[in-house]
């Protein structure tokens, strides 16, 4: 169960492939999108804020629902016995 948890958050934050494979800004990944946004010269901190706040979002919910089971987990592996 740990290792499909793990997998989700890695194919999550996955920028690098995305960046080079995808050129429709309407496939873009969130990572991508944030990355859009900015120019040469400038960059709108508040909206690349903003939206790595928003991209962030599902890893937190993820967390707050599996989170209890994914401390036990560890847990029961951090005793001898």
Known sequence: MRIERLGFVTSWNDFLWPFIVLKSPEMYTAQIAIKALQNSFT?????????????????????VFVGRRMVAGIMDGAFKG
């Open 43 to 63: 960059v709108d901190l508040g909206l690349a804020m903003s939206g790595s706040f928003l991209a962030t979002l599902p890893l937190l919910a993820l967390f």
